[in-house]
């Protein structure tokens, strides 16, 4: 699976390694094996819905939702959902950023698992999160397929059950 992950160093920009997971989605088998590795721990958890972070989070997050037999909900930068909204932001190295999902994305109670591609410092899906238990959602664990450890990422997500697939623990 790690072989189907491409390394390409300054993208997007200088001293950022960025982890290409195209040709880990353009292989069935590893696609499939990925999407069955990110669910199963969670299958006796009694997820409703699964979260996922714009954009490679709704590819594997809607696998992930349908193989649980759950819906989805996008969590999507700035600007970009049709509906009415509520907004977290969170650090970047330099600046902020935010992120946004609908008011009515999940009911109170509502028993969620959050997914995306990649964890690094963790502030995208620490956002996320902060706009799920706003709405009254109660966050049953965060999945990754890669976890860049070194970035200390699950540290500052302690208080939830995290599941990572791949670990890079040096840049
Ligand atoms: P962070 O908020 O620092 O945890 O960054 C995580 C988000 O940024 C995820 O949605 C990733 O898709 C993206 N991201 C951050 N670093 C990388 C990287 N080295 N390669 C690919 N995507 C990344």
Redesign the pocket.
């Known amino acids: 699976m790690e072989t189907l992950i491409r390394d390409i160093p300054d993208f997007p920009k200088k001293g950022?390694?960025?982890?290409d997971i195209t040709p880990l989605l353009g292989n069935a088998a590893a696609l499939a094996e990925v999407v069955d590795r990110l669910a199963v721990p969670f299958a006796d958890a009694g997820v409703e819905a699964v979260v996922g972070?714009e954009s490679?989070?709704f590819i594997f997050g809607s696998l992930v939702a349908q193989r649980l037999g759950v819906g989805f909900v996008p969590v999507r930068k700035l600007g970009k959902l049709p509906y009415k909204t509520i907004q977290a932001s969170?650090d970047l190295e330099y600046g902020r950023d935010s992120v946004e999902m609908h008011v009515d994305a999940i009911a109170p109670g509502q028993k969620v698992l959050v997914v995306?591609?990649?964890?690094?410092?963790?502030?995208?899906?620490g956002a996320a999160c902060q706009l799920i238990e706003q709405l009254g959602g109660q966050i049953v664990g965060l999945a990754f397929v890669i976890e860049?450890s070194f970035l200390k990422?699950r540290h500052r997500l302690s208080r939830y059950r995290m599941h990572s697939l791949i670990d890079v623990s040096s840049e």
């Open positions: 950022v390694v960025f982890k972070i490679r989070g969170y995306d591609d990649l964890i690094a410092t963790g502030g995208t899906v860049l990422g």
